[in-house]
């Protein structure tokens, strides 16, 4: 099975500052997806930022943004001007195309935003 | 609102006992699943759906079973509750189709004490 490393558990950031959250994979496949969740104390996941293993271009969302690195299977994310409503669980996440469309997910990173 | 509805959103079991766990989408998603949420595990696929008729096993489907009578609904049955079993549920869905880049739709998640 493919494995997703968040080796961040805890991040903090500075309101209106910009922080970057890591994740790596493990895969044999040369195409899939790559996701971003958040995860508030809500408990709801919002998908944050999708990101296809063809595309070189890096996708953005507004404030948010990824660094994708194929060949080292790397996907960070980016938050920009970080907001108080920023705070959460980010989850990292992978989906292959021959995986009958199941997701592995990564074991979360908890981002604190301090005013 | 469309989207994925779970009921219970919290619920208390007793060592033994038996619940299901509703779960229902509106968006005429081919796809469900199952996922529980550990402390620091990430989510982990208990059991999916491809269509109505026919479900197959995720990597923790031990202690669960479900049904997929119609594209709408994917109850997950817990039997003889244990305390291994506490955790937080999500259900899921998305829809497959070719070319099509494809996020979760999220339930808000059920939060379920075994004791």
């Known amino acids: 099975a493919q494995t997703v490393t968040q080796s961040q558990p805890e991040m903090s950031v500075q309101e209106a500052e910009t922080v970057t959250l890591s994740c790596t994979y493990d895969?044999?496949?040369?195409?899939?997806?790559l996701f971003w969740y958040k995860q508030p104390p809500s408990r709801q996941m919002i998908l944050v930022i999708r990101?296809?293993?063809?595309?070189?271009q890096n996708a953005t969302e507004n404030r948010f943004s990824v660094n994708f690195q194929k060949a080292a299977k790397s996907f960070s994310l980016k938050i920009s001007d970080s907001q108080l409503g920023d705070a959460a669980m980010y989850f990292c996440?992978?989906?292959?195309?021959?995986?009958?469309?199941?997701?592995?997910f990564g074991t979360g990173t908890s981002l604190t935003v301090i005013p | 609102n469309a989207g994925v509805t779970q009921t219970p959103k919290f619920r208390i079991l007793k060592i033994g006992q038996s619940m299901t766990l509703q779960c229902a989408q509106d968006m005429n998603h081919n796809y469900m699943y199952w996922y529980r949420q550990d402390p620091g595990m990430g989510l982990k696929l208990i059991y999916y759906?491809?269509?109505?008729?026919?479900?197959d096993k995720g990597e923790v489907p031990n202690g669960y079973n479900v049904s997929r009578s119609t594209t709408e609904d994917f109850p997950l049955r817990l039997e003889l509750a244990a305390p291994s079993q506490t955790s937080v549920y999500f259900c899921?869905?998305?829809?497959?189709?070719?070319?099509?880049?494809?996020?979760?739709?999220f339930g808000s998640g059920t939060r379920l004490t075994v004791v």
């Open positions: 990101q296809e293993a063809y595309k070189q």
């Open positions: 899921a869905s998305s829809y497959t189709g070719t070319g099509v880049l494809n996020g979760y739709t």
């Open positions: 759906s491809v269509g109505a008729g026919i479900t």
């Open positions: 895969t044999s496949e040369s195409d899939y997806y």
């Open positions: 996440a992978y989906r292959g195309s021959d995986t009958g469309n199941q997701f592995y």
